[in-house]
């Protein structure tokens, strides 16, 4: 079954610092990958989808098929960029999201 | 920006009483979706709709829940016989293809008594 692994539920990082945020999947296919963020008291959105390549809020993610994996990556973060980040995948032919376990950042100033 | 809108936030209900969850997908989209998160656990893929019908469902979907599209907005879930262990945060999402970005409603809070 596909499996889509956040290894950390928690992650502190201080304002201006780099931040990763890992994420590791199980699918010998190929699957389209998507990071979702909860703001505080807020819906689950689309922060960014590998297909498109695009860099959010200065937030990338490459997928490496190789290590199956798809870490989001921020250079500089930002205390707004305190939220809970989930990383999720859909494998083709299907229509379900299967989500990770999620990590909780915490931006300190 | 048009939004999934849920009703209501929180739904209190007591075991083996039925309840119904009720979502406004966004209005172009074709496919709509419950998701389910138990508290501390993962966001968990319940079922989807498209064209009148089920297109896939999990294995959590049992004989206790049904889904139903009543009207040209309104799309529910409905669980007959409530347990302890159904509560949880239910949110509808819906999307206008596949493999099309999954729109996000707020959620609706149900809790189990």
């Known amino acids: ?51 498109s390549r695009e860099s959010i809020k200065g937030f990338t993610a490459d997928l490496n098929k190789g290590e199956t994996s798809f870490h989001l990556k921020k250079p500089f973060a930002q205390e707004e960029d305190s939220a809970m980040y989930y990383c999720a995948l859909i494998i083709q032919g299907a229509q379900k999201l299967v989500f990770g376990q999620g990590t909780r950042l915490t931006i300190n100033p | 920006e048009p939004e999934v809108t849920q009703t209501p936030s929180h739904q209190v209900t007591q075991m083996g009483q039925e309840v119904i969850l009720r979502c406004v997908p966004i209005s172009n989209h074709l496919y709509f979706y419950w998701y389910r998160q138990i508290l501390g656990q993962k966001v968990e893929f319940l079922v989807s709709f498209y064209n009148n019908e089920i297109s896939e469902k999990s294995e959590i979907f049992d004989d206790q829940f049904s889904v139903e599209r009543p009207d040209g907005s309104n799309f529910t879930l409905k669980i007959r016989s409530t347990k302890l262990e159904d509560s949880a945060m239910y ?23």
């Open chain 1, 1 to 51: 079954a596909q499996r889509v692994t956040q290894p950390e539920k928690l992650l502190s990082v201080f304002k201006g610092a780099p931040v990763e945020l890992k994420c590791n999947y199980s699918y010998s296919g190929s699957p389209e990958l998507f990071w979702y963020v909860q703001y505080s008291r807020q819906r689950l959105q689309l922060l960014l989808r590998h297909i």
């Open chain 2, 91 to 113: 949110f509808c999402a819906s999307s206008e293809s596949l493999p099309a970005t999954q729109y996000f409603g707020p959620g609706t809070r149900l809790t189990v008594l």
